[in-house]
């Protein structure tokens, strides 16, 4: 069986060399991620036309996701292999220096000491290092370690929400999203989204024509307008580092589930991230409870897990992707397919987002899982311009194959990140039958469907319908 849940590799100094992409994509890697925080447009360009040219040298279809850098607040940089942060030591956090210390960490947002109070609570990286304030002054904040850990690089200064007071997203990201939408780039992830309203601000065609737009849930303002957000969206990822600022680590895997199922349930793919496998940075296995929780994200229903340190700077970003697969591999083959589909058909959500042709496509390719279903089909062919009708049959999770295909070739791309699907491109055709044909012959020659075999066809009836509203029954030829 094929695996369903996608993988999601970040890119970093570890795995930049064609070689390890190359193996990082035999491995699994469905996706590659581009973190746009560190480093400069230089540099990710380069390593933007690097993992589209070793994909293209393999014939493989790698998808390319861009990550804003967003309103994150960074410390200057700690010594070279890092420092180590002591449980209950007491340390300074301020502004205007050029480098941080076990004692003193500078960050890079002038607005600090006005915008912070004693009590809140602040964290390092993706939360490892955990903080609170004890005074303010105009010297900086002082703070005590309440779980201390290991500090490098320029990490975040992760700080609650309602206190950033920087715009999503910022011109910066404007400038980078400009610069990539010109490259061609499939997806790119907002950071910091607070309401539909940033993504809107994005500014962005909308996909195929533009990149599919990746909304980062992680402050509890995300959360509040979940619903509007994933509207307004094209994806989502479940950022857990920083939402795990924002709300108790108990409320953690219940807000995991409630995200997850509130994006299919409305169409969109859903990506789980942080610290998946987060010892494989430095060890050649994951604990037991990584891998229980690779296994229990399968089971919450995503659409795709990120892996981001263990691949971008870890010891053997082959290693952990090829881990990743075979716990997933795994997990699939466990997934109670038909106690999801009734529960996304249970699921209830605000009419007044939902248009006449995404009702219209919902009801019809809810149909065609229960048929192909029932008759025991060899795969569902969604035959589909944009990938809408694609993502709406994926939310279904069903146990037959999903087959899709597109005369666009972005649009192919862009389905790297949806759950259970093998995308081709398809020839531009003229009418409806054609285009059936068309991907008949394909899933035979290419895809390893064999003649005489059974498939439910999917489709818009004209190449102008904005509405999937054809439902086949046909044989392989």
């Known amino acids: 069986m094929m695996r369903r849940t996608k993988i999601v590799a970040t890119v970093g100094p570890a795995s930049l060399d064609p070689p390890i992409l190359r193996q990082m994509i035999d491995a699994g890697m469905n996706v590659a991620r581009i973190g746009l925080a560190h480093g400069t447009l230089e540099d990710h360009l380069a390593s933007y036309h690097s993992i589209r040219h070793t994909a293209d040298e393999m014939g493989a279809e790698v998808s390319i996701l861009v990550d804003l850098p967003g309103p994150k607040v ?21 502004t205007g220096r050029d480098a941080s210390t076990a004692a003193v960490i500078s960050v890079d947002y002038d607005g600090l000491m006005q915008t912070m109070q004693a009590g809140d609570r602040v964290a390092l990286g993706d939360g490892n290092i955990a903080m609170i304030i004890e005074s303010v002054d105009a010297e900086g904040l002082t703070v005590k370690v309440l779980r201390g850990g290991r500090a490098q690089g320029r990490p975040g200064l992760q700080i609650p929400s309602d206190r950033l007071g920087l715009p999503t997203p910022t011109p910066e990201d404007l400038r980078l999203v400009d610069a990539f939408v010109d490259e061609g780039v499939d997806m790119i992830a907002v950071s910091f989204v607070r309401s539909a309203h940033d993504m809107r601000r994005v500014g962005v065609e909308p996909a195929p024509r533009g990149p599919l737009l990746i909304a980062k849930v992680e402050t509890s303002a995300a959360v509040t307008n979940l619903d509007g957000i994933i509207e ?15 709300f108790a680590l108990s409320e953690l895997p219940h807000l995991q589930k409630h995200i997850i199922r509130r994006c299919l349930a409305m169409g969109r793919p859903v990506i789980t991230a942080t610290q998946m496998l987060e010892s494989m940075v430095y060890a050649p296995t994951p604990t037991r409870a990584e891998a229980s929780d690779v296994a229990n994200a399968v089971f919450d229903g995503s659409s795709a897990l990120m892996l981001s340190g263990e691949t971008a700077i870890g010891v053997d970003p082959v290693n952990s992707v090829a881990t990743m697969a075979e716990i997933i591999n795994r997990a699939d083959e466990e997934f109670d397919h038909k106690a999801w589909a009734r529960m996304i058909d249970e699921t209830e959500y605000d009419d007044g987002l939902v248009d006449p042709a995404r009702a219209i496509t919902d009801a019809l390719t809810s149909a065609a899982c229960r048929i192909a279903e029932e008759i ?5 062919l969604c035959l589909s311009r944009t990938g809408f009708t694609v993502r709406s049959v994926t939310r ?16 192919v791309r862009q389905l790297g990140v949806s759950w259970g699907t093998r995308a081709a491109l398809s020839a531009e055709r003229s009418s409806a039958s054609d285009i059936r044909d068309d991907a008949l012959r394909i899933a035979r020659d290419q ?13 818009g009836q ?3 319908t904005l509405a999937t509203d054809t439902i086949r029954v046909m044989s392989i030829p």
């Open 376 to 380: 025991d089909a060899r795969a569902i």
């Open 462 to 464: 004209s190449t102008k």
């Open 74 to 94: 960074r410390c200057a940089s700690f010594a070279e292999g890092g420092v180590d942060i002591v449980d209950g030591a007491n340390l300074i956090i301020t």
């Open 232 to 246: 307004a969206s094209g994806g989502v990822m479940v950022a857990r580092g920083d939402l795990g600022t924002d």
């Open 447 to 459: 895809m390893g469907l064999e003649s005489g075999e059974r498939v439910v066809v999917i489709s």
């Open 396 to 411: 279904f999770r069903p146990r037959t194959s999903i087959l899709a295909f597109s005369p666009d070739a972005t649009a």
